[in-house]
Nanobody, 121 residues
Framework: QVQLVESGGGSVQAGGSLRLSCLAP????????IGWFRQAPGKERECVAI????????LYADPVKGRSTNSRDNGKDTVFLQMNSLEPEDKAVYYC??????????????WGQGTQVTVSS
């Protein structure tokens, strides 16, 4: 049973952009931070970005740093991950998850189903 809902994935050519969304109702969850993760076929899951609701913390992993931007809309209980200059290496299923602290090593108990991002050369 999914707890959060991702959307915004799709297929783009290299150099294109996508804006991923994560619906995480704060009336339901105690959300200190939302982590963005991705998993490519044959690869381990990796954290790519984190945004905190109240602490003003935004983190990016090296592979996406400089190409991605976290943002949020508290009124809509939604966080966004804007990804630009996408590369074939970015192809993966992207997930958002609820974390108690804004850190890659935090416990993430509630996950979305994932949204597929494909990038063609």
């Amino acid at each position: 049973q999914v707890q959060l809902v991702e959307s915004g994935g799709g297929s783009v050519q290299a150099g294109g952009s996508l804006r991923l969304s994560c619906l995480a109702p704060r009336r339901t969850f105690i959300l200190n931070a939302i982590g963005w993760f991705r998993q490519a076929p044959g690869k381990e899951r990796e954290c790519v970005a984190i945004i905190s609701w109240g602490g003003g913390v935004t983190l990016y992993a090296d592979p996406v740093k400089g190409r991605s931007t976290n943002s949020r809309d508290n009124g809509k209980d939604t966080v966004f991950l804007q990804m630009n200059s996408l590369e074939p290496e970015d192809k993966a299923v992207y997930y958002c998850a609820d974390g108690m602290v804004a850190a890659p090593t935090a416990r993430y108990d509630y996950w979305g189903q994932g949204t597929q991002v494909t990038v063609s050369s």
